[in-house]
Nanobody, 114 residues
Framework: QVQLVESGGGSVQAGESLRLSCAAS????????MGWYRQAPGKQRELVAT???????NYVDSVKGRFTISRDNAKNTVYLQMNSLKPEDTAVYYC????????WGQGTQVTVSS
């Protein structure tokens, strides 16, 4: 059974940092492209960042220079380091694992207040 379990969300002030983690089980983690998506209230889910199995990264423009995605294949875990958080980063953040098919985590809430 595939499980993606996110952790690390919370409530912070603008300018602060959070580190999200997503622990995967039931998949050959190293073979998957991993990603973080987010969904704010009343908005569609959007891509935040992805990292390929080879370590290549991609970011949405609004987080470039502030967020860093990384992976530890030995721990089957993908991370999202979020610095200089802004109120507009407030959303539920979801972990995604993609190969031909894809799997989703249950999401973790990030709230940034001004």
């Amino acid at each position: 059974q595939v499980q993606l379990v996110e952790s690390g969300g919370g409530s912070v002030q603008a300018g602060e940092s959070l580190r999200l983690s997503c622990a995967a089980s039931g998949i050959i983690f190293s073979a998957y492209e991993m990603g973080w998506y987010r969904q704010a209230p009343g908005k569609q889910r959007e891509l935040v960042a992805t990292i390929t199995k080879g370590g290549n990264t991609n970011y949405v423009d609004s987080v470039k220079g502030r967020f860093t995605i990384s992976r530890d294949n030995a721990k089957n875990t993908v991370y999202l380091q979020m610095n200089s958080l802004k109120p507009e980063d407030t959303a539920v953040y979801y972990c995604n694992a993609r190969i031909v098919w894809e799997h989703w985590g249950q999401g973790t809430q990030v709230t940034v207040s001004s």
